[in-house]
């Protein structure tokens, strides 16, 4: 899977599939997506219900094959171990990724032609609106055990080197 900024100064390589791929509706994906809409020129982060979608991949399996020098990380708060990394050329949401050592990147969906679709939607809970959720994709209310098992699952076949 290539994830590409949208001007073509950035790419980034995930060998595989993804761990899963999820929306999120959390009260951070949310700021996170207005920190980063405000940007000049940002294209829209959120879908149109205020889901952000993520494809995560082991962080071993993800790579910046073309302009790395235009990331550039952004945090809603000083002290968050969460980075929103953004191609500052173009200003398009790359990945989002951590400080404290999870084993996982999220990959913005909207960089990734021919994506998956999302397999589940997580923290609906934060979902602004009153509109019903389309059916078309299971809907958690937090973060399901299945989004753990995927996650712990793809950390073990790190360790035992798959």
């Known amino acids: ?19 899963v791929v999820a929306v999120c509706y959390c009260d951070d994906c949310q700021a ?4 980063i ?3 000049p020129k940002a294209a829209p982060v959120q879908d ?11 962080k071993d399996r993800l790579a910046c094959t073309k ?30 990724n951590f400080d404290d050592g999870k084993p996982w ?3 913005y ?9 999302p397999q589940m939607r997580i923290n609906t ?3 602004p609106g009153n509109d019903p959720l389309p059916k078309d994709t299971p809907s958690y209310r937090g973060f399901p055990l299945t989004f753990a098992a995927k996650i712990v699952g793809a950390w073990m076949a790190k360790l035992v080197g798959r």
């Open 48 to 58: 149109a219900d205020g889901g952000t979608a993520f494809l995560l991949y082991r």
């Open 67 to 96: 302009g790395a020098l235009y990331l550039k990380g952004l945090k809603i708060r000083n002290r968050s171990a969460t980075n929103r990394v953004v191609a500052s050329c173009c200003n398009s949401a790359m990945v989002l």
């Open 105 to 107: 990147v999220s990959v």
């Open 125 to 127: 809970r934060f979902r």
């Open 32 to 35: 996170g997506a207005n920190l």
């Open 1 to 19: 899977m290539i994830a590409s900024c949208a001007c073509g100064s950035v790419e980034l390589d995930a060998i595989g599939t993804p761990i």
């Open 37 to 39: 809409q405000a940007l």
């Open 109 to 117: 969906r909207a960089r990734c032609e021919g994506a998956p679709r």
